[in-house]
């Protein structure tokens, strides 16, 4: 059980260059989220997405744009990357978040440390 | 949004308790309180949420004001590895425009906690 998996670890891009930020789950999570972590700062919120078909944006969306056809894979897409989205991104899945559960939660991935230049 | 206050940072000594606070007097009757943690260069990890009631589990106790305007992370015996940022989280529900919601979880700065050999 690989629980959530983020690929690349670590990339360079270019202004002006593009990509995409590839995510997967193995836990057949419905919910999965895609967040940013600026240096000392805490997770803000890019896009999420309730199930397969539905996305929605989050509190910080400009310059991102998400996908999900499928359960498992939720990759993140950088159009014209700019030096203010160097950061380290997060990917995350959950079940429903009505879970009574005491032991239940969200499980992220181990990131990507985007630096653009 | 609900906010959370949490100090900036807490120092334990190895094999002694850790009581992590947290005040969210601005919470609302549906957020649960969630606690994560994040090493460095990992991404978060979830530790223990909760409600209205105390919850154990195998990593810490939660334990949670009876107006729910505050609670505490207690870790039972601290060790090395335990030294992290804890993030206290309020898991608002936000609906969406498919007519379903999801739980939004809103990171703050966290409680940087050293733990002393």
């Known amino acids: 059980n690989a629980g959530v998996t983020q690929t690349p670890k670590f990339r360079i891009l270019k202004i002006g260059q593009s990509m995409t930020l590839q995510c997967t789950q193995d836990?057949?999570?419905?919910?999965m989220y895609w967040y940013r972590q600026d240096p000392g700062m805490g997770l803000k919120l890019i896009y999420y997405?309730?199930?397969?078909?539905?996305?929605d944006k989050g509190e910080v969306p400009n310059g991102y744009n998400v996908s999900r056809s499928t359960t498992e894979d939720f990759p993140l897409r950088l159009e014209l990357a700019a030096p203010s989205q160097t950061s380290v991104y997060f990917c995350a899945s959950s079940y429903s978040f009505a879970s009574t559960l005491a032991n239940y939660g969200y499980t992220f991935g181990s990131g990507t440390r985007l630096t653009v230049v | 949004d609900a906010k959370t206050t949490q100090p900036n940072s807490m120092e334990s000594n190895e094999e002694e308790p850790v009581h992590l606070p947290c005040n969210h007097s601005?919470?609302?009757?549906?957020?649960?309180i969630h606690w994560y943690r994040q090493l460095p260069s990992q991404g978060p990890e979830y530790v223990i949420h909760g409600l209205t009631s105390n919850v154990n589990n195998r990593m810490a106790s939660l334990a949670i004001a009876e107006d729910r305007k505050s609670s505490t992370l207690i870790l039972h015996r601290a060790t090395l590895r335990d030294a992290a940022v804890y993030y206290c989280i309020l898991r608002a529900t936000i609906p969406n425009a498919g007519g379903t919601s999801y739980g939004k979880l809103t990171f703050g700065q966290g409680t940087i906690l050293t733990v002393h050999p």
């Open positions: 997405s309730v199930g397969a078909g539905i996305t």
């Open positions: 601005t919470i609302s009757g549906t957020d649960y």
């Open positions: 836990m057949n999570h419905n919910y």
